[in-house]
């Protein structure tokens, strides 16, 4: 099981983006879906998540700009970002409990990082 991450970039404060992340491999079901992000020198933190139901949870500091998102035919999230802020740069990591096939439990797979960087 791979998640491959994308839309990363450079963007000036206000600008906005579109992350996306798609699951692959032998997958029978994916529950909760979801993005973190890393800024220089701080832990990962949570941005976004949502279940495979479309229960959604937003960080504090992103609410009313960020929207998530999922396909699930496609195995994949988004992360709309709008009114980005310079605070936001960092690296934005994709996670996912999926459940393989064969197996009977979800397990976290996590993406390659995206890197955002918000110019002030």
């Known amino acids: 099981v791979q998640l491959q991450a994308s839309g990363g970039g450079l963007v000036q404060a206000g600008g906005s983006l579109r992350l996306s992340c798609a699951a692959s491999?032998?997958?029978?079901?994916?529950?909760?879906m979801g993005w973190y992000r890393q800024a220089p020198g701080k832990q990962r933190e949570l941005v976004a998540t949502?279940?495979?139901?479309?229960?959604?949870t937003y960080a504090d500091s992103v609410k009313g700009r960020f929207t998530i998102s999922r396909d699930n035919a496609k195995n994949t999230v988004y992360l709309q970002m709008n009114s980005l802020k310079h605070a936001d740069t960092g690296d934005y990591y994709c996670n996912a409990a999926i459940r393989r096939v064969g197996q009977r439990y979800a397990t976290g797979y996590w993406g390659e990082g995206t890197l955002v960087t918000v110019s002030s």
């Open positions: 949502i279940t495979s139901g479309g229960s959604i």
């Open positions: 491999g032998s997958i029978f079901s994916i529950n909760s």
